[in-house]
């Protein structure tokens, strides 16, 4: 098979990181040990993983007229996604703010702004343009979710397999699934979309049958330090997660499915996919930071050729 692309269709912000010792309680107010200002949006950072697997990567999304749409697009450029599908719209980029406590655990809060104008019309324009360059569609749920839903079934007609990450979780029509050729959930957006609360992989199995009951071809549910569980129709599959020291998990889903999409577009096998996407996602986990910390195709590399001589010991 003949190598191609990927084509992201999703959000891009400038990410505020607030790093502190810990979480604040409700009212509380806490001192922080540093802050960053970075390219975010699970749909840059998608691309970015992307590109930096390799992948020719084409970003299709929306930033503002303002210093932030201009840091972002900079950001976009460095690391070799394509911006030709990227528009500027109004007056603000999206921003997310995410906190960070030591043992690396996240929360955020992401404003779409500008992410909130993707359109329709939009899609349907970048996948005309790139669809005979790329095979593979990566989808997130930051930009408008009816763009999102339509994003789905334009890819699938236009023949490219599509990778949807359903974060954040929210209810997608029923006629959509069946478009969707890999889905990947992490185990709370796999319990908020099907009710199975995942606690192990024998309740990440019940809930990736709620994907293929309604059409998914492949569920891949992402467990943290548990690892992958991959079902389909044919099989299933567990794989566990690379040991890593973790300093901040953001941007470690998005390394995933990034470098997954890439090894993908590439013609690798399933399982070479799905363990080059896992390496990225525990890489991203070691450096702080969303971008900064998603890994080149070099790293994944090293980590996967380290992990196999340890096992031939």
């Known amino acids: 098979m003949e190598p191609k692309g990927v084509v992201v269709v999703g959000s891009i912000s400038a990410d505020v990181t607030a790093f502190t010792r810990r979480l604040p309680r409700r009212g509380e107010t806490v001192l922080g040990d540093d802050v960053t200002l970075v ?12 590109a930096r697997a390799g992948a020719p990567t084409w970003l299709v999304g929306c930033v503002g007229r303002d210093p932030f749409g201009e840091i972002v697009s900079s950001a976009l450029r460095s690391h070799g996604v394509a911006l030709t599908e990227v528009r500027s719209v109004g007056d603000r980029t999206g921003v997310a703010h995410i906190r960070v406590d030591a043992s690396g655990e996240n929360d955020i809060v992401m404003t779409p702004l500008a992410n909130a104008d993707l359109s329709a019309e939009m899609v349907d324009e970048s996948i005309r343009a790139v669809r005979d360059r790329a095979s593979v569609l990566l ?11 339509h994003a789905v079934e334009a890819g699938a007609r236009a023949g490219l397999t599509v990778v949807l990450d359903p974060a954040p979780a929210q209810p997608l029509p029923d006629r959509v699934w069946p478009h969707v050729a890999v ?3 992490n185990e709370s957006e796999a319990a908020a979309l099907t009710g199975v609360e995942v606690v192990d992989v024998a309740s990440a199995e019940r809930a990736a049958a709620w994907f ?4 998914v071809g492949h569920a891949l549910i992402t467990l943290g330090s548990a690892g992958a569980l991959s079902v389909t129709r044919e099989r299933t599959r567990h794989f566990p997660a690379y040991p890593v020291t973790p300093v901040d998990t953001t941007a470690a889903g998005d390394a995933f499915t990034g470098s997954l999409g ?17 390496a990225a996602g525990a890489l991203a986990t070691t450096l702080p930071g969303a971008s900064p910390s998603l890994p080149d195709r070099k790293a994944v590399d090293e980590l996967l050729d380290a992990v196999a001589e340890g096992a031939a010991r």
């Open 39 to 50: 390219l975010g949006g699970k749909g840059a950072n998608q691309a970015v993983a992307a």
């Open 139 to 149: 989808l997130q749920l930051e930009i408008p979710v009816e763009v999102a839903c």
């Open 183 to 185: 889905v990947t959930p």
């Open 212 to 215: 293929l009951d309604r059409g």
């Open 262 to 278: 890439a090894a993908l577009a590439a013609g690798l096998d399933t399982a070479t996919a799905i363990r080059r996407g896992m």
